[in-house]
């Protein structure tokens, strides 16, 4: 495949024996980074932390890490440090005790900023089999807490997954006045969301009346990412495919979606590209 690729939302799914169907499909898909987010709440059996940095210390050319940070516990900013110290480029949040935009947790979006490690956030709902260890509140993922996040630390990325799924115009909405807020379309929408739904969404471009203060095109805040096991990689990059060839996306656009977006951002915190 010619079309360069960047995967900013994987998993290790399972353990790092699964390295290898990684390397192998992304070799196939023209793949040139693979970021891996780990995965941390109370009750948790596979935070896959550890994993990752098998992974990228096995192939620091190809895999990057997004280190998971468990909200549940005592907020100590130098446990940034600590995951910056072991390899990690970015961090990963899920399942918090309090909406994203609790003053609870600034102290590491402060410290992730310093850093200038970006931030992957899960949105919307969570799944019930996977966390049924912990109190969950879905509500507490939403996407507009984001926008609150990125207005208060303005050169922190951000990135929200999912599209907020169920909330998508509170994401959307959100990514237009933040010139910092970026998401992924990864999870069930592809599959049950028509693509000119999301068109409706992402409208804004340098034509339009209302369009945004800081970038052309609503397309220039969306990455490409999988969070599926190897052997489905393949699907989710046709399914990106099909949804931005359905509504006439420009080429410059789409390798901005599927690389050069994630490539920005990556670059920023450091990774070779």
Same mark, same amino acid.
């Given at each position: 495949?010619?079309?360069?690729?960047? =995967?900013?939302? +994987?998993?290790?799914?399972?353990?790092?024996?699964?390295?290898?169907?990684?390397?192998?499909?992304?070799?196939?898909?023209?793949?040139?980074?693979?970021?891996?987010?780990?995965?941390?709440?109370?009750?948790?059996?596979?935070?896959?932390?550890?994993?990752?940095?098998?992974?990228?210390?096995?192939?620091? /050319?190809?895999?990057?890490? *997004?280190?998971?940070?468990?909200?549940?516990?005592?907020?100590?900013? /130098?446990?940034?440090?600590?995951?910056?110290?072991?390899?990690?480029?970015?961090?990963? *949040?899920?399942?918090?005790?309090?909406?994203?935009?609790?003053?609870?947790?600034?102290?590491?979006?402060?410290?992730?900023?310093?850093?200038?490690?970006?931030?992957?956030?899960?949105?919307?709902?969570?799944?019930?089999?996977?966390? $049924?260890?912990?109190?969950?509140? +879905?509500?507490?993922? %939403?996407?507009?807490?984001?926008?609150?996040?990125?207005?208060?630390?303005?050169?922190?990325?951000?990135?929200?997954?999912?599209?907020?799924?169920?909330? *998508? !115009?509170?994401?959307?909405?959100?990514? %237009?006045?933040?010139?910092?807020?970026?998401?992924?379309?990864?999870?069930? @929408?592809?599959?049950?969301?028509?693509? !000119?739904?999301?068109?409706?969404?992402?409208?804004?471009? /340098?034509?339009?009346?209302?369009?945004?203060?800081?970038?052309?095109?609503?397309?220039? $805040?969306?990455?490409?990412? @999988? /969070?599926?096991?190897?052997?489905?990689?393949? =699907?989710?990059?046709?399914?990106?495919?099909?949804?931005?060839?359905?509504?006439?996306?420009?080429?410059?656009?789409? +390798?901005?979606?599927?690389?050069?977006?994630?490539? +920005?951002?990556?670059?920023?915190?450091?990774?070779?590209?």
């Amino acid at each position: 495949m010619d079309r360069k690729i960047i =995967d900013l939302h +994987n998993h290790l799914m399972n353990d790092e024996s699964a390295i290898p169907e990684y390397e192998k499909v992304a070799e196939e898909l023209g793949i040139s980074k693979i970021v891996f987010q780990g995965l941390e709440w109370p009750g948790v059996d596979f935070s896959r932390n550890s994993a990752i940095k098998k992974a990228i210390n096995a192939r620091p /050319d190809l895999f990057v890490g *997004f280190g998971g940070v468990n909200l549940w516990k005592k907020i100590k900013a /130098d446990r940034i440090d600590k995951l910056r110290d072991d390899g990690f480029t970015g961090l990963k *949040f899920i399942v918090p005790p309090e909406p994203y935009h609790s003053e609870r947790f600034y102290p590491y979006y402060e410290r992730a900023e310093k850093l200038k490690m970006p931030c992957l956030f899960h949105l919307g709902i969570v799944s019930a089999r996977a966390t $049924q260890h912990v109190r969950v509140d +879905n509500n507490f993922m %939403r996407p507009i807490y984001l926008d609150t996040i990125a207005r208060s630390f303005k050169d922190l990325t951000v990135i929200g997954a999912h599209l907020g799924n169920p909330w *998508f !115009e509170e994401a959307t909405m959100s990514a %237009r006045w933040n010139p910092n807020l970026f998401f992924d379309i990864t999870g069930s @929408t592809l599959k049950k969301k028509k693509p !000119e739904y999301i068109g409706e969404l992402l409208w804004w471009s /340098d034509t339009t009346e209302y369009k945004s203060p800081y970038w052309s095109s609503a397309w220039e $805040q969306i990455v490409f990412g @999988t /969070d599926v096991p190897a052997h489905r990689m393949f =699907d989710v990059v046709n399914d990106y495919e099909n949804l931005m060839n359905t509504l006439n996306i420009s080429e410059k656009l789409q +390798n901005l979606v599927f690389y050069g977006t994630s490539a +920005n951002i990556l670059r920023k915190a450091g990774v070779e590209i």
